[in-house]
């Protein structure tokens, strides 16, 4: 029998490292459970399986109970993020009441994340953040096709630049995502795909997060995964984004692969997997691209893997479609 989830806990909280400043500091990072994404609950997006976090009928006392037990386990650490499973700033998820008891309780580290849907960061709003604010936006791609038809998010490139700019302009940070490897595009579409949204979100953003995908149960991906359609992408194409966006971007270049060097999440032959996972890790700390260098045979299947996708026309798993296996992870 399921385990019931209690609408007073938070779904997870853990520590970890990030910058702020420029300087690699602990970070706090919080999942609260909530009545679940606005945007979910008519759809949702393609590759999301945040859902699963999400309660129905959490009340304004639950979030208060569950923001008392986060700060049991609150050390000063000078960054906190704080995420849902849809908007922070959205009040049917996060009601005004606790939202301005979150901007109390932190206001004295150095950096307070969350993230938001575009259509709730508005004028009126963003003068209400404190100025330790970063705010994370979910572009996931520029290019208006790849948003409706491999992703279905529900807003334009042009709503997020809007969003941005906004936050921006009243002096606060954003965090772009971008997502490596959507349903539907094929490992040299999909690197292609984020260097150019990564360009893009350049001129509204502090720092850009490449996050490939990672494959969420009870999900499209996850389906198409199941069937061989989809692979999530190597390690080696987030290294050669990064490698050609080294230099040409002015915000802060990261990634911190969730599932990395699982069959569900970026990986490469196994065998070099937690090594390029390393160096992916090196610079987004540091910003040198000679800490991406990373080397294995592997890299040889990798890019004749892409030459026979565009020669078929596919973005479906050939290893596995040639080897007629379907891996499943249970």
């Known amino acids: 029998m399921k385990e019931r989830r209690?609408?007073?806990?938070?779904?997870?909280?853990?520590?970890?490292?990030?910058?702020?400043?420029?300087k690699t500091v602990d970070a706090m990072v919080i999942i609260f459970r909530t009545n679940g994404c606005v945007w979910a609950k008519t759809g949702g997006c393609t590759m999301c399986g945040y859902r699963q976090a999400s309660l129905g009928g959490v009340t304004e006392e639950d979030?208060?109970?569950?923001?008392?037990?986060?700060?049991?386990?609150?050390?000063d650490e000078p960054f906190v993020k704080i995420y849902t499973s849809g908007s922070f700033l959205d009040e049917c998820e996060i009601p005004m009441g606790i939202r301005q008891r979150v901007f109390r309780e932190f206001a004295g580290c150095e950096r307070l994340l969350?993230?938001?849907?575009?259509?709730?960061?508005?004028?009126?709003?963003?003068?209400?953040?404190?100025?330790n604010t970063t705010v994370a936006l979910g572009l996931e791609s520029?290019?208006?096709e790849v948003l409706e038809r491999s992703i279905n998010?529900?807003?334009t490139p042009d709503d997020i630049r809007r969003a941005g700019s906004m936050i921006k302009n009243e002096g606060l940070l954003v965090r772009t995502y971008l997502i490596l490897k959507p349903p539907f595009l094929s490992e040299s579409e999909a690197i292609e795909d984020a260097e150019a949204s990564a360009l893009f979100a350049d001129g509204f953003s502090d720092e850009?997060?490449?996050n490939p995908l990672n494959v969420q149960r009870g999900t499209l991906a996850e389906r198409l995964w199941k069937n061989g359609e989809l692979r999530s992408p190597w390690i080696w194409s987030l290294i050669e984004v990064m490698e050609r966006l080294s230099g040409k971007v002015g915000a802060r270049l990261m990634s911190s692969p969730s599932g990395g060097g699982s069959q569900r999440g970026a990986h490469n032959c196994g065998a070099c997997d937690a090594s390029a996972l390393?160096?992916?890790?090196?610079?987004?700390?540091?910003?040198?691209?000679?800490?991406?260098?990373?080397?294995?045979?592997?890299?040889?299947?990798?890019i004749r893997g892409m030459t026979a996708e565009r020669l078929l026309g596919t973005a479906a798993d050939l290893d596995r479609g040639l080897n007629n296996e379907l891996i499943i992870q249970k």
């Open 114 to 131: 969350f993230e938001s849907r575009p259509e709730f960061v508005t004028e009126e709003t963003v003068k209400t953040l404190p100025r």
């Open 6 to 22: 209690s609408p007073c806990e938070p779904e997870a909280v853990w520590k970890e490292k990030d910058l702020s400043g420029g």
């Open 153 to 155: 998010k529900g807003f």
């Open 142 to 144: 520029s290019d208006p």
């Open 278 to 302: 390393e160096a992916v890790e090196r610079f987004s700390f540091s910003g040198d691209p000679k800490d991406l260098r990373a080397s294995c045979g592997c890299k040889d299947a990798w």
């Open 208 to 210: 850009i997060s490449i």
């Open 63 to 75: 979030l208060n109970r569950q923001l008392d037990n986060v700060l049991f386990s609150y050390k």
